[in-house]
């Protein structure tokens, strides 16, 4: 079903560029991101690797998700350390129907979100936008303070769905050609560069946005699908793939007794026929050794990633949709027990410890913190991360990451991936352990781990106060702004001479919003920011649109003026004071 209104209305080059540029100077952050949260490579530890021959600076980026979809995301997740970027999954369809809320994670991850929001074309727009600003600011002096001199090589991954009719039609194949040779894209936004970067103006960009994909295979595409469009993309494309696995492989006795009894989630209700309907064990097995042969003889690179989200029934009744799918703690060790048992299953095919195969394990599910070390020790690269940056801090909790892994690396003496890697299987198979996927498996499943990946060590609520969230003022934790994926809010000094409560105001950018709730559930008071919030306008086609609360800033002389929708007008004063004050206004409309 098509949409009114856009559910989202990416912002121009040249906006995000001058935002940039104001937003650095005035207060030294880009799209809210401040310095402190920057990544600046570690000289002694090298955190490089290639992805399916490709060099990538660090292991770490964020999964096909909301975190990869508009141009901002995708900016922020490199200033945060990200070099490797599964980018948000295109499919033919591109006016999805998607319902609202959509993104849970109060505890562990649920969701109800599995593709593109934009059109086709507005896709590889982000995407083109995402790479020429991650190039200049590669180049950008200001920066080098803080991400040093050397921000090292980065990785676009395309991902595509859902099946081959859809992927060979001429929409979604002209959008993978036009990645491989974005010229023209480069070239229609090249005028759209600002002044504030006009030196960047002539930059040699290159124009191979992307040339290799990962295909999200959705629950209960069946295998000879799946094949059938693995082999397509490598030879009608010439691509390297690496094809996306449901954790369902482990069949529905074994997830039962993972997630329901070892790690107690008792509640979480399983989907009998979803088993039934996907890839089963042997068939995955045999088609991993037929993918991996198909690409050898023809020169390509092939990989699996470890794992989808698992299906389960919407037992919460919070999500717009039913059912939902599972991500983060569980999924983790389920997506490691898997691991384990493809290694097993297929000795010496995998590229890892022990195996000296060559097919690279790719690995998204409930990467954290707490266990990146132990992830990049069991083989897998890179580990692409969802849910954790739906948290507060969001992808603020990147570089801290990276800071853990080079400290644990440096801790042992591995001052490389592969060293790390090599330690981790020396101390598993010292500890009688098949190899480091086996060892982490068991330390979660009923080690000294599995407390964390427990029922009990995830049934922590984000805190609440009992006061109900007005327009203006509230506990100004700034969960709003980190949690969005999109860098839909934004904050301002309340100015002293103004009498509204609060010390900072909070205002949404409603067309970056696609209202998908996870800021309500991390806000401590009662309401959705996304709703309650001043949602401010660029877009006077969106404004017009609208039929709650909304104010449209738009260019005006040197400045901007401010028009409220109707019975909002007596707010436009108090919004101008404070878009004037202090701070001011972050936004250069021209
Ligand atoms: C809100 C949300 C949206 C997602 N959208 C997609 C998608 O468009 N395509 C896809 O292949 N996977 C999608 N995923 C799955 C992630 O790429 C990832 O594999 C999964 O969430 C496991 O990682 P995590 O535990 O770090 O979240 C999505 C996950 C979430 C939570
Ligand atoms: S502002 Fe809130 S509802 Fe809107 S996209 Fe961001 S997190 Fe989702
Ligand atoms: S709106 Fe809610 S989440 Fe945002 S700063 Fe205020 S209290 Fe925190």
Redesign the pocket.
């Known amino acids: 079903m098509a949409h009114d209104v856009p559910p989202l209305t990416p912002f121009p080059l040249d906006v995000l560029l001058r935002r940039i540029a104001l937003e650095f100077e005035t207060r030294n952050r880009i799209y809210d991101l401040p310095t402190a949260r920057y990544w600046k490579p570690d000289p002694d530890v090298d955190l490089s690797f290639e992805f399916l021959g490709r060099p990538a600076a660090t292991p770490v980026g964020p999964?096909?998700?909301?975190h990869s979809q508009l141009a901002q995301n995708i900016v922020l997740s490199w200033l945060a350390g990200a070099r490797l970027f599964?980018l948000?999954?295109v499919q033919i369809i591109d006016d999805l129907e998607i319902a609202r809320p959509?993104?849970d994670?109060e505890t562990v991850?649920?969701?109800t979100?599995?593709?593109?929001e934009l059109k086709i074309g507005e896709s590889l727009e982000e995407y083109v936008k995402a790479w020429m600003i991650i190039e200049i600011l590669k180049r950008w002096e200001p920066l080098r303070p803080y991400l040093g001199r050397d921000t090292g090589p980065f990785v676009f991954d395309m991902?595509v769905?859902y099946d081959l009719a859809g992927i060979s039609s001429p929409k979604v194949e002209g959008f993978i050609t036009a990645m491989l040779d974005a010229s023209d894209e480069i070239e229609r936004l090249r005028p759209l560069i600002p002044d504030a970067f006009g030196a960047m103006r002539d930059l040699d960009f290159g124009t191979r946005v992307a040339d290799t994909v990962?295909l999200?295979t959705f629950h209960g595409c069946p295998p000879d699908e799946i094949e059938s469009i693995t082999k397509y993309l490598m030879d009608h494309h010439g691509l390297d793939v690496i094809v996306?696995l449901n954790p369902t492989l482990l069949g529905f006795g074994r997830v039962c007794e993972i997630v329901q009894q070892q790690l107690g989630y008792e509640h979480i209700r399983l989907n009998r026929q979803s088993f039934t309907d996907d890839l089963q064990f042997d068939r995955g097995v045999a088609l991993i050794e037929e993918l991996r042969s198909y690409a050898k003889a023809r020169g390509r690179r092939f990989g699996v990633?470890l794992?989808?989200?698992l299906v389960v029934e919407n037992h919460k009744g919070f999500l717009g949709d039913d059912p939902m799918?599972l991500?983060?703690a569980p999924?983790?060790v389920l997506?490691t027990t898997l691991l384990d048992e493809l290694i097993s299953a297929l000795p010496n095919t995998f590229m890892v410890e022990g195996h000296d195969g060559d097919v690279q394990v790719s690995f998204?599910?409930?990467?954290t913190k707490e266990n990146l070390s132990e992830a990049i020790g069991m083989g897998v690269r890179p580990t692409?991360?969802?849910?954790?940056?739906?948290k507060p801090g969001g992808y603020g909790r990147i570089a801290p990451m990276l800071s853990r892994l080079a400290d644990d690396m440096r801790a042992v003496g591995a001052y490389s991936l592969q060293s790390w890697r090599t330690h981790e299987w020396n101390v598993a198979k010292a500890a009688g352990f098949r190899g480091a996927a086996h060892a982490h498996m068991v330390a979660m499943l009923s080690g000294d781990l599995n407390s964390i990946y427990h029922l009990t060590g995830n049934e922590k609520l984000p805190r609440h106060v009992d006061h109900n969230l007005e327009m203006w003022g509230c506990v100004a934790c700034n969960f709003c702004v980190t949690v969005c994926?999109n860098d839909a809010f934004f904050r301002l000094p309340t100015p002293k001479s103004m009498d509204v409560p609060g010390r900072q105001q909070y205002f949404v950018l409603a067309e970056a919003c696609n209202e998908?709730g996870n800021c309500m559930v991390f806000c401590p008071e009662v309401g959705d920011p996304a709703q309650i919030k001043p949602k401010i306008y660029l877009d006077p086609s969106r404004f017009a649109a609208t039929v709650d609360q909304g104010f449209l800033v738009a260019p005006s002389g040197s400045g901007f003026t401010i028009t409220a929708s109707e019975g909002h007008e007596s707010d436009v004063t108090r919004l101008a004071e404070i878009f004037h004050a202090d701070e001011g206004w972050p936004i250069p409309l021209k």
């Open positions: 999964a096909a998700g909301p599964e948000k999954t959509c993104i994670m991850g649920f969701n979100e599995w593709s593109q991902s769905g990962t999200s996306k990633k794992t989808n989200t799918y991500s983060g999924l983790h997506a998204s599910a409930g990467i692409t991360v969802c849910s954790d940056l739906l994926p998908c």
